[in-house]
């Protein structure tokens, strides 16, 4: 008795930290996404240099996830890269807020080609933290059946109070507290960092059982692995021109909202929403996954996000810009769960990381594609840009859709012990 009691007892601590971690993650998300674009604008960047400091971290996760993600498969501890990265994306960040305090540090930090360069080097760690931390809720899952869309759904609501409150203090006090906001948020992370349970730590395993009963060799590249499951690359590539449809509305969604004439309060309001909904959706995501499976709920997903993109391009009111924020849960929260269920059902325990990591190359490249696209599509349309978006998730829903007709679904590998 004794015995099951610790074990619920460490299982409980693990789920609370993990939650606080994907809480403490997405807070920063909740001012990032909606408020730094509006800071740029405010610092007098063009809509072309906007565009491609928001794609930077994307086209950086391209270049460097993989690889993040790859040599963190190597340690037996997985918090201590996710510790190892917070620090660092704390630390490279803190960069932009501190020199704020001095004019001349300012002028120089705060031009486009040095803004360009501080972004990319903390996004090496701000990327890989997510597919770390996602592998990490995938990990709990597995070991004491926890609903990973109910760890998940912290994130949701670390995003919603944040990009909420951080709307509010911005609409009081200006944009120029973008920076330090983000940099209490990465400040946060680190600390969660640091109270991550030794009871993640798993043994040391040389070897896998592989789908014949044999023995394999050690740990596998996560592009090796996956390129080896047939189907798998068009799931990604589908899912990701879904995630990549947002391309226009973080970068340019709050200052489309402004000039609307929607006040911060209320642009926070809307990201705010948003996010609810989604919240909603991975509250009660374990039945909704059984029923539809992975690839039925990215289709549905698209198709919401079809709905969205297109209304959007026609700049609806307030009012009915709020109805339209339901949809959120249908662009980004079924696909990311979706995503992470596909993951699930065929990587194996020690192969989760690098697995997280491919995908995220793949949708990270289409993400600074269409982010970058954005930037002139939104300088000569306007909310008319949305409607390009539209075409992309549509596009993403064809892929999943004769992917469904010629893969069969079912676990492609069988579970392995850890």
């Known amino acids: 008795m004794q015995r099951l009691a610790f074990i619920a007892t460490q299982a409980g601590h693990q789920r609370v930290t ?16 909606p408020f730094f674009p509006v800071w740029l604008d405010w610092l007098g960047l063009s809509a072309g240099w906007i565009a491609l400091l928001v794609a930077v971290p994307l086209i950086v996760r391209v270049a460097t996830m993989s690889l993040v993600t790859d040599a963190a498969e190597h340690f037996d501890d997985p918090r201590l890269p996710i510790l190892g990265l917070s620090v660092a994306t704390f630390l490279l960040f803190a960069v932009l807020p501190v020199s704020s305090l001095f004019s001349s540090m300012a002028t120089v930090f705060t031009s486009p080609w040095s803004l360009l360069v501080i972004i990319a080097l903390m996004a090496v760690g701000w990327n890989a933290l997510l597919p770390l ?13 926890a609903d990973y869309g ?78 080896r499951r047939k189907g798998a690359m068009s799931v990604f590539i589908g899912c990701g021109l879904i ?65 969205r993109w297109i209304v959007f391009a026609f700049s609806p009111d307030l009012g009915f810009t709020f109805g339209l924020q339901v949809f959120h849960a249908f662009s980004f929260g079924m696909t990311h769960l979706a995503l992470i269920s596909y993951v699930a059902r065929r990587a194996r325990p020690r192969e989760l990381r690098g697995a997280q990591g491919v995908y995220g190359v793949v949708s990270g490249a289409l993400m600074a594609v269409a982010t970058l696209a954005a930037g002139p599509l939104y300088a000569s349309f306007g909310a008319g840009a949305y409607s390009v978006m539209g075409v992309m998730t549509f596009a993403g829903v064809v892929i999943i859709f004769v992917n469904r007709l010629r893969v069969p679904g079912g676990r492609l590998t069988p579970k392995v012990p850890d």
Do not use: N
């Open 18 to 33: 993990v939650a606080a971690l994907f809480a403490a993650y997405f807070a920063g998300f909740g001012v990032f996404l």
């Open 133 to 145: 931390s996602d592998a990490l809720g995938i990990q709990l899952a597995r070991q004491s059946g």
């Open 150 to 227: 109910r760890v998940r759904v912290w994130g949701s609501i670390g995003f919603i109070a944040v990009s909420f409150g951080a709307g509010a203090v911005i609409d009081v006090y200006g944009p120029d507290l973008v920076p330090w906001l983000v940099l209490v948020s990465f400040g946060l992370l680190v600390l969660v960092s640091v109270s991550l349970p030794r009871s993640f730590v798993q043994p040391k395993a040389d070897v896998a059982r592989g789908d014949g009963g044999e023995k394999r060799t050690k740990l596998r590249s996560g592009w090796l692995f996956f390129l």
């Open 243 to 307: 995630q990549a449809s947002h391309a226009v509305l973080y970068g340019f969604g709050s200052l489309s909202w402004a000039e609307q004439g929607f006040s911060e309060t209320s642009i926070g309001m809307l990201w705010s929403f948003g996010v609810l909904c989604e919240i909603v959706l991975f509250a009660v995501s374990a039945p909704v996954i059984a029923r539809l499976g992975a690839r039925g709920l990215l289709i549905l997903g698209g198709l919401g996000a079809t709905i």
